[in-house]
């Protein structure tokens, strides 16, 4: 029987319903009682990460994740998956409020990528995951650099346009620019590493390789439930 997981969702919602479709299609089911139950916490008043990482006046959204968190685990979750990067700069305070173990989307994500190649890795994600260092922190692990975006309003523009409303061909075009700037930079290997970027059907140029920080997080979700249930 599959294991149940918590997703501590909302940031946002149409990424954590993405998220959620991604795990439905990777499960090789028969009926539905094949497919991995997930408490969803799809809270769409979670404090702005951007507001407080990147802005410096917003609320502080570590209580109200961990609160997440914590009922989730009082729903019966077996682990959590949170789809979010920018998330993960308190994935600490996250994991340490919870007796269950948080699959940690960034560090398999660049874990995945340190895999594939031996260049620098270029991150297309929120500003603040530059500004929070979490994937230089997870890159080094594995003798990686990270490479990213010099024009990070842009970078902005896309994500909140994707939230305002949803992935857009002007808006791809914008980040195809985007990582174009990071393989001239010498990132031939790029992470789409916001969950807002994952709704774009190609979100990086033909001449470079991608990970998708969404799809390493399903398959750790899906070898989680299955496997650990079989057991």
Do not use: W
Not at 43 to 70: C, E, F, K
Not at 75 to 99: E, K
Not at 129 to 150: C, K, M
């Amino acid at each position: 029987m599959p294991l149940r997981i918590g997703v501590i969702g909302g940031m946002g919602p149409e990424a954590t319903v993405e998220f959620m479709r991604r795990v439905i299609a990777a499960v090789p089911a028969q009926d539905d009682c094949d497919h991995i139950p997930m408490l969803v916490d799809n809270n769409t008043q979670i404090p702005s990460r951007i507001a407080q990482l990147i802005d410096g006046t917003g609320q502080d959204p570590t209580p109200v994740l961990v609160q997440m968190a914590q009922g989730l685990q009082a729903g019966g979750a077996q682990a959590l998956a949170i789809p979010c990067n920018t998330a993960h700069a308190y994935a600490g305070a996250i994991a340490g409020s919870v007796s269950i173990p948080l699959l940690d989307m960034v560090t398999l994500s660049a874990q995945k990528a340190a895999a594939m190649t031996e260049g620098p890795i270029g991150i297309l994600a929120s500003p603040a995951s530059r500004i929070t260092g979490i994937f230089d922190r997870a890159l080094a692990e594995h003798g990686r650099r990270a490479v990213y975006v010099e024009d990070e309003n842009t970078m902005l523009r896309v994500i909140r346009d994707v939230k305002r409303q949803g992935p857009t061909a002007g808006s791809q075009r914008l980040l195809q620019g985007l990582s174009r700037q990071v393989l001239n930079a010498g990132a031939r290997l790029q992470l789409v590493a916001c969950s807002e970027l994952s709704l774009f059907t190609d979100p990086v140029v033909e001449d470079a390789a991608q990970v998708d920080t969404i799809d390493v997080l399903t398959q750790a979700v899906v070898n989680f439930a299955l496997e650990k249930g079989s057991t």
